[in-house]
């Protein structure tokens, strides 16, 4: 029986290192097709990272209408707050709130 034991584990490495082997493999074929790609995608006429930069640049202009958006809705705001404001002031005083601001300019030229 002692012999057994070596030979058991000799045949767990065996093993092992098939797995491995079949691991390596897997790997290598994987790089060898992504090569080929990049092979003939360097043969086609253009650059072989434009897809990348055309996807970057698509999400940066999403960003930029979406901050343009954003922008354009705050400038709608403030516009019509200063519209507001520039009816308020151009609006005659009349009223009991003209009477108060007499009351006060009277009392003003009396002190």
Not at 14 to 40: I, K, P, S
Not at 53 to 72: C, D, P
Not at 83 to 97: D, H, I
Request: no cysteine; proline share 5%.
């Amino acid at each position: 029986m002692p012999e057994s034991h070596p030979l058991h584990h000799l045949e767990q490495l065996v093993r092992n290192l098939g797995e491995e082997l079949a691991a390596f493999r897997r790997r290598a074929l994987q790089a060898e097709a992504r090569l080929r790609e990049f092979e003939a995608a360097a043969q086609r006429p253009g650059d072989l990272f434009a897809e990348q930069r055309v996807a970057e640049l698509e999400r940066e202009n999403m960003e930029l209408k979406q901050r343009l958006a954003a922008a354009a809705e705050r400038t709608r705001s403030a516009l019509q707050q200063i519209r507001f404001l520039r009816q308020q002031a151009l609006r005659p005083v009349s009223g009991p709130t003209k009477a108060v601001v007499d009351d006060r300019e009277t009392s003003r030229r009396s002190s």
